[in-house]
């Protein structure tokens, strides 16, 4: 099966980083969450309650990213999937991808970032 459910491009102001800049002037991190799920029987009922809402989705992701603030990117993916994982049993896998346009690191680039996949259990 090769269904999902992707909201991308989510875009949340925070003060995550590693570095004391990022901590005190904050930035805008960008996030997608994909989300593998059979979407089958949603499809024939054409009811809600037969898929996974992803205005909630949102919400989740929006209550960590805009949360308290954390060093490191890969510790907010595993609390975003593991909170998709927990409270929506029609997912079978969650992918988070979390970028930052600007962190203060001299160069040029359109971002940098992690992904992370995580089965649901």
């Known amino acids: 099966m090769h269904d999902t459910i992707f909201l991308n491009g989510l875009?949340?102001?925070?003060y995550h980083g590693a570095l004391a800049a990022e901590n005190e002037i904050g930035q805008i991190f960008i996030v997608d969450v994909t989300l593998k799920v059979d979407l089958t029987e949603a499809g024939h009922s054409d009811d809600v309650a037969d898929t996974v809402h992803y205005g909630e989705v949102f919400e989740d992701v929006k209550a960590i990213m805009e949360g308290t603030a954390v060093n490191l990117l890969e510790h907010l993916a595993e609390r975003i999937a593991k909170r998709i994982n927990?409270?929506?049993?029609?997912?079978?896998?969650?992918?988070?991808?979390?970028?930052?346009?600007?962190?203060?690191?001299?160069?040029?680039?359109d971002g940098v970032g992690i992904e992370i996949v995580r089965e649901n259990d």
């Open 11 to 14: 875009k949340f102001y925070g």
């Open 86 to 109: 927990s409270h929506y049993n029609r997912v079978m896998e969650t992918k988070v991808r979390i970028t930052k346009e600007n962190p203060p690191i001299p160069g040029h680039y």
